[in-house]
């Protein structure tokens, strides 16, 4: 199985509001779709610095990117 490793952006996409811009609002679309259908296929691995990104700004908006992180192994940064 292949690794994937799972950035910010990916997260943030997957778990925001709809956006009211129709190029965001795809992303976000695609981010999801991605999610839910070829995230299965892959070994997901994050890191410490994704989860201190994705820990910031809104707290309701912070708690479901990092719910969706939960559980994905940890990679050294240096």
Do not use: F
Request: charged share 20%; glycine share 2%; hydrophobic share 40%.
């Amino acid at each position: 199985m292949e690794t994937v490793y799972i950035e910010t952006s990916v997260v943030s996409h997957a778990t925001a509001r709809p956006s009211t811009d129709p190029a965001v609002l795809v992303l976000q679309q695609q981010a999801k779709d991605w999610w839910a259908r070829e995230r299965p296929k892959y070994s997901l691995v994050t890191s410490q610095l994704v989860l201190d990104e994705a820990s910031l700004g809104d707290p309701a908006a912070a708690a479901e990117r990092l719910k969706l992180l939960t559980g994905i192994p940890l990679i050294p940064t240096d």
